[in-house]
């Protein structure tokens, strides 16, 4: 970060072209080291295009910044013992496309499925086919239509744990995005499918349902 010319108390914007689900990770980076300036460009590289702002080619060489991470926790995780408890007594959404929830395909882990009681739901389905995120009043619907809990049903201290997780912890970091914007706080299992699965001793489920 300081080669990339980022200082403490300075905004950082940062942006992709795949729906924020790799922009979202440096977010979530940011704020766990406790970087608290720092925000997604909604839409990306093809809003920016769409809006008429300009582009270069030449690459950067800005002067070094005195960017300094502190010891993380800024921002909630899950284990894997953690997750596997959240998705039987809380909201564990698995941030994957559905295909590889169900078990049809896995193309990078060991093992097809996914955790015991997780909820299958998908990144892209946070934001519009133009890659902006939806409206808060739907990203809100569409989570309480999933069985999560709204924004005034998580006072008080036995409000129900809300977690994500993807394969590799990555995709997640744009749900943990989306679920802020709707105002449910939830906690990220960085090693996600990746860990799970890499122990042949743990439970996997199939299929729709959460199981």
């Not at 922009?23 to 300036?37: D, I, K, P, T, V």
């Not at 882990?109 to 990144?123: Q, V």
């Not at 090693?191 to 199981?211: H, K, L």
Request: glycine letters at 14%; one cysteine or more.
């Amino acid at each position: 970060m300081r080669a990339a010319g980022l200082n403490d108390s300075q905004l950082a914007v940062v942006y992709d072209d795949a729906g924020s689900t790799i922009a979202a990770r440096l977010w979530w980076l940011l704020r766990y080291f406790g970087h608290e300036q720092v925000a997604v460009l909604d839409g990306g590289l093809a809003a920016w295009t769409a809006a008429g702002r300009p582009l270069t080619t030449r690459a950067p060489e800005p002067a070094g910044g005195n960017f300094t991470a502190g010891q993380g926790g800024a921002m909630p995780v899950l284990g894997t013992e953690a997750a596997a408890r959240t998705a039987r007594s809380g909201f564990l959404l698995d941030a994957r496309a559905g295909e590889r929830y169900r078990g049809d395909i896995e193309p990078i882990d060991r093992t097809a499925g996914h955790i015991p009681g997780a909820i299958s739901a998908p990144a892209t389905g946070n934001v519009s086919a133009d890659g902006v995120f939806l409206p808060v009043a739907q990203l809100t619907e569409r989570f309480r239509a999933l069985g999560l809990p709204g924004p005034g049903d998580l006072r008080g201290g036995d409000a129900p744990a809300v977690g994500a997780y993807c394969g590799s912890g990555v995709t997640a970091a744009q749900e943990i995005l989306a679920l802020q914007m709707a105002g449910v706080p939830a906690a990220l299992y960085v090693g996600s499918w990746s860990a799970w699965s890499a122990d042949p001793a743990r439970p996997v489920a199939t299929g729709s349902d959460p199981g």
